[in-house]
């Protein structure tokens, strides 16, 4: 299944044809939906988005393949068409960037973040905002503004923060790979 896919595995797949960024975009949607609901992975999802990243790194893959050149300076980015969510401590502009606080609410980022650009540049998919507690600061994630993150093996429990919906996405099998960081 492509959801127990790791990153490197999931960019070897979409290299080689085998799935397309708009499969693996699509049962990543549905999957946050259903279990990133479940385990408050997400303070907000970015379905146009992600799906107008996809539908170009098809056209990219496709491309490439059709060309016969695999690998050199034409080669696409290393991963490309790998859905990974941003931390909602980071902006990605167009999408709204909250922090984890209620101050925060409605805000939507104007420009992208450079750890952003760096996670565009390598040809991922940005399907979402991760949640996060309040500016990033307390041990666990119980924002104001979005779901609590909880760890999938016993939804009783906290996901630990401050990267606690990023660590709830990727153990639930939401997405292979998430933004994190830590101050």
């Given at each position: ?5 790791s990153a490197l595995e999931l ?18 949607q549905g999957r946050i939906v ?129 990267s606690g919906g990023a660590g ?16």
């Amino acid at each position: 299944a492509i959801h127990e896919l790791s990153a490197l595995e999931l960019a070897r797949v979409l290299r080689d044809g085998d799935v397309s960024a708009a499969e693996v975009n699509q049962e990543t949607q549905g999957r946050i939906v259903t279990v990133g609901t479940q385990v408050g992975a997400f303070a907000h999802t970015a379905e146009d988005l992600a799906a107008r990243q996809a539908a170009e790194a098809d056209r990219t893959l496709v491309a490439w393949r059709a060309d016969g050149s695999p690998g050199g300076p034409d080669a696409p980015p290393p991963f490309l068409g790998v859905p990974v969510p941003i931390k909602d401590l980071n902006q990605v502009a167009g999408i709204p960037f909250e922090a984890g606080s209620a101050v925060m609410r409605g805000t939507t980022a104007q420009v992208d973040d450079g750890v952003v650009t760096l996670l565009r540049n390598a040809g991922t998919i940005m399907v979402g905002k991760t949640t996060t507690p309040e500016f990033g600061f307390p041990p666990y994630t119980e924002p104001a503004t979005a779901p609590a993150a909880r760890t999938p093996w016993c939804l009783s429990r906290t996901a630990g923060g401050s990267s606690g919906g990023a660590g709830a996405a990727v153990a639930a099998g939401v997405v292979p790979v998430a933004h994190g960081s830590d101050g």
